[in-house]
């Protein structure tokens, strides 16, 4: 089964270092001897367009970092799923992390933004995980059952949306969970959301946190790993396609 590595620039670049870093990555993609996984883009969006005139034509393909949950309306900053889809992005990111944290974000406000993306039309890649202290204290499978029931819309399919599961602690840090622990949440996730949303088989639960070259291979190769969602790493094209390189054929 295809694997999907998904490239989180986070508020990093500008015009010309998006284009040019979406140039790098297609060159390889062109020049690659087997068809590569599936390969997304996330780029800040104001910089969505750039990255798009860049990717189109391509197999590579572009999502946004978040959206609203309302498709449009006096929500200053914030930016609607069905602008994403009308410029053309085929995923959006929700629930990251980050996002969470800064900006205060509910599984309830999640699930809402991963259902108005469904509705316009994207695949969202929804992000669980839990933080340092919940993993001490021994409350990692409480935290991801509450975040997949929480954050995970009734209209979510294997086929419509990604999970993404990113421990907060291996975000940013270099630490990334062991092969064992990615396991058994994976499977934990898979289980969840075979019961709730008509199977899991086909599903993309995708690892991330701290994946760089050096740890693609042992992870993308884990049981239930079906992909990544990486941040710094993606941000220099031979590194990423490392990554890419990586996945299981
Ligand atoms: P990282 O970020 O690869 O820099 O740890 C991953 C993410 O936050 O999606």
């Known amino acids: 089964m295809s694997h999907l590595i998904a490239g989180n620039w986070k508020m990093n670049g500008t015009p010309a270092s998006a284009e040019a870093l979406a140039a790098e990555l297609i060159a390889r993609v062109r020049n690659a001897k087997a068809p590569p996984p599936g390969v997304v883009l996330c780029p800040p969006a ?8 860049v990717t189109k034509g391509t197999p590579v393909a572009v999502g946004g970092q978040d959206c609203h949950a309302k498709e449009k309306g ?5 930016v609607s799923p069905v602008l994403l889809a009308e410029l053309g992005c085929r995923f959006v990111i ?25 509705k316009a039309g994207l695949t969202p890649i929804i992000c669980v995980g839990e933080t340092e202290g919940e993993r001490e204290r021994g409350e990692t499978a409480r ?47 898979a289980d969840l959301f075979g019961a709730g ?22 992870i993308l190769a884990t049981a239930n790993v079906r992909g990544a969602l990486v ?3 993606s941000l220099d094209a031979d590194e990423f396609w490392k990554i ?6």
């Not at 104001?46 to 005139?53: E, G, H, M, N």
């Not at 009734?154 to 993404?164: F, G, H, L, P, R």
Request: charge should be neutral.
């Open 143 to 189: 935290v991801i059952a509450r975040q997949v029931e929480g954050s995970i819309p009734q209209a979510s399919t294997a086929a419509n949306t990604v999970i993404a599961y990113e421990p907060v602690w291996a975000i940013g840090t270099g630490k990334t969970a062991t092969t064992a622990d990615i396991a058994a949440v994976h499977a934990q996730i």
């Open 94 to 118: 929700v629930g990251h992390s980050e996002r969470r944290a800064d900006h205060g974000e509910t599984d309830a406000s999640v699930k809402a933004k991963a259902e108005a993306a469904l």
């Open 197 to 218: 949303h008509g199977g899991a088989s086909g599903l993309k639960i995708l690892y991330g946190g701290s994946v760089k070259a050096a740890n693609a291979k042992e």
């Open 244 to 249: 890419i390189e990586s996945c299981p054929r």
């Open 231 to 233: 941040g710094g790493a």
């Open 74 to 78: 006096a929500h200053t900053g914030d």
């Open 46 to 53: 104001p910089l969505i367009p750039a990255v798009l005139a």
